[in-house]
């Protein structure tokens, strides 16, 4: 791919990115009013795509590439929302002007288009080939970049034919992709770097190891993708429950950097060893680099990533956090020793256990109920049998500097008579299956649906459902277990969601792990 048509666009870089050799022309079929490739030719040719740089302050970088909206795609690609905090778009850089530099010994058309990014660094745009990388002022060394090696493949959305057959079938469930394949590749390259870290979860090492590459005899790439997996392996890139695509490097030459892509698709990340050969048309590495490459691919969605420049770890997470939202700090009784088991019996039994650690003189701050602790499994309601006093036990531990934390899983037993699964039905909350249906999915209280967490005014709704007056029982004592929200479905492929309307659900969870959110005085624990 080469970059044309640079320009100053909003206060952005922008470019078109088209093909460097052409594909055959599309002649319209003047009976069937379709367009018809030319003969031979088995894949539809590449509209141009859209690439928008923008500067933001404290040395961060980000870069927009998707298709052209004016070329009429079939349908507008998937972008995450709510995950940018309003305070980091009022940083932009509003660039002025570019300038152009001509590459020694080229004679050619390829350029490199020079734009400021902050204090001691620059953006850099090559025409041709296309590449996107963060370099030194005045011409220095390159930081982090982005198609270094040409790996960058981008399947457009298309208009299903005759014949056309797209489904993907894993375990009884089907993948109907109606606009094709959409997957994503590029290559991204760390300078100066001797480890990168990041990308979680993975049940391995800080320091992420090569998975391709001279000496891996058999290795995957990292996987991203939400799955509650029981009894997982240990050093593997599979991946575990929770998702970001966020990855950090660092090394005696240059210190840190960052590399973050807001897309909520599923992923996959190959850690690039040295002298790694990615196939006779590219690119192979010296074994004496001073760099780590990496190889990211997604199924889907739109490339919205950043560069975050450093040059320290404490840089690189405050840059990170200025685009996402600063964690919010626990209480401090949440850093303490927590009591949780599968199952208190009653009352009676949490008074018991309470008892002996008195008895025994260990301290402890908080007591957890798991799910028994409701009334048939559903939540945000007790078992008046064997936990008639839910209020009281409360107090009694508070009475001692202790809190309790009882569970409220996602997915909402599918019951008549539970209020809000009721009213969640009426208001039309849940995730629909491709039918329209409400997703009907298996979980611990049985049938199940499963919110829309995309939609703020679900998300309102259902932060109302931890008041005092709606959450009868509880206090101010009471905080909450937020768990089984990858998703986990029972019956799904992978024990998750099917691919259709995966991303529905657990973007919103995606990028806030382990995250505080105060409702009333509700503190979400956990996963």
């Known amino acids: 791919m080469i970059a044309v048509d640079v320009s100053i666009f909003d206060g952005d870089l922008v470019a078109k990115l088209v093909p460097k050799n052409p594909p055959p022309k599309v002649e319209q079929n003047p009976d069937t009013n379709e367009q018809d490739l030319e003969q031979g030719s088995q894949d539809p040719p590449s509209n141009p795509l859209l690439l928008r740089i923008s500067a933001y302050q404290d040395g961060i970088l980000r870069f927009k590439i998707d298709e052209d909206p004016s070329l009429n795609p079939p349908k507008k690609r998937f972008e995450v929302p709510t995950v940018i905090v309003s305070e980091f778009l009022e940083k932009k850089l509003w660039l002025q002007r570019f300038y152009e530099e001509k590459i020694d010994g080229d004679s050619g058309s390829s350029s490199l288009v020079v734009v400021y990014l902050g204090d001691g660094y620059e953006a850099v745009l090559l025409t041709d080939p296309f590449e996107v990388f963060v370099r030194e002022k005045n011409g220095g060394k390159r930081v982090i970049s982005l198609n270094s090696h040409g790996l960058f493949d981008f399947e457009q959305l298309r208009v299903k034919k005759e014949g056309d057959n797209w489904e993907e079938n894993f375990r009884g469930h089907t993948d109907t992709r109606p606009y094709g394949a959409q997957s994503i590749s590029f290559d991204v390259s760390f300078h100066g770097a001797d480890y990168v870290y990041g990308i979680p979860e993975h049940a391995t090492s800080l320091a992420l190891k090569p998975t391709r590459g001279p000496g891996i005899d058999f290795s995957e790439p990292y996987r991203l993708f939400n799955l509650d997996v029981f009894e997982y392996l240990h050093e593997s890139p599979f991946g575990l429950y929770g998702s970001i695509p966020f990855m950090l490097s660092h090394g005696k030459e240059h210190g840190t950097t960052g590399f973050f892509w807001l897309n909520a698709a599923e992923m996959q990340i190959d850690v690039l060893g040295a002298g790694w050969d990615a196939g006779e048309s590219r690119l192979s590495l010296p074994s004496d680099q001073k760099r780590i490459d990496t190889l990211w691919m997604s199924e889907a969605g739109v490339i919205d990533a950043f560069f975050f420049v450093g040059p320290g770890p404490k840089d690189v997470a405050r840059q990170y956090v200025s685009v996402t939202g600063m964690p919010a700090m626990p209480q401090l009784f949440a850093t303490a020793y927590h009591q949780c088991r599968w199952n208190y019996r009653d009352e009676e039994d949490v008074y018991h256990v309470d008892s002996k650690f008195?008895?025994?003189?260990?301290?402890?701050?908080?007591?957890?109920?798991?799910?028994?602790?409701?009334?048939?499994?559903?939540?945000?309601?007790?078992?008046?049998?064997?936990?008639?006093?839910?209020?009281?036990?409360?107090?009694?531990?508070?009475?001692?500097?202790?809190?309790?934390?009882?569970?409220?899983?996602?997915?909402?037993?599918?019951?008549?008579?539970?209020?809000?699964h009721k009213e969640a039905s009426e208001k039309g909350h849940y995730v629909k299956d491709a039918t329209g249906k409400d997703y009907d999915g298996w979980c611990w209280p049985g049938s199940s649906s499963y919110l829309d967490m995309l939609s703020p005014e679900v998300r309102e709704w259902w932060a109302d459902k931890f008041?005092?007056?709606?959450?009868?029982?509880?206090?101010?004592?009471?905080?909450?277990?937020?768990?089984?929200?990858?998703?986990?479905?029972?019956?799904?492929?992978?024990?998750?969601?099917?691919?259709?309307?995966?991303?529905?659900?657990y973007i919103f969870m995606l990028f806030i792990p382990h995250s505080i959110d105060v409702v009333s005085s509700l503190f979400w624990l956990g996963s």
Not at 369 to 388: A, N, S
Not at 407 to 420: A, E, G, Q
Not at 470 to 496: A, C, H, K, Q, R
């Open 358 to 420: 008195d008895e025994h003189d260990i301290p402890y701050d908080v007591l957890w109920l798991d799910i028994e602790h409701t009334d048939g499994k559903k939540y945000f309601t007790w078992d008046r049998v064997l936990f008639p006093n839910p209020e009281e036990m409360q107090n009694k531990l508070a009475a001692k500097g202790r809190r309790m934390v009882t569970i409220v899983d996602p997915h909402i037993k599918r019951d008549d008579s539970y209020y809000i």
């Open 467 to 505: 008041s005092y007056k709606n959450y009868v029982g509880s206090t101010p004592s009471l905080y909450i277990w937020n768990d089984m929200n990858e998703p986990s479905v029972f019956n799904g492929p992978e024990v998750s969601f099917i691919k259709p309307f995966v991303l529905i659900f």
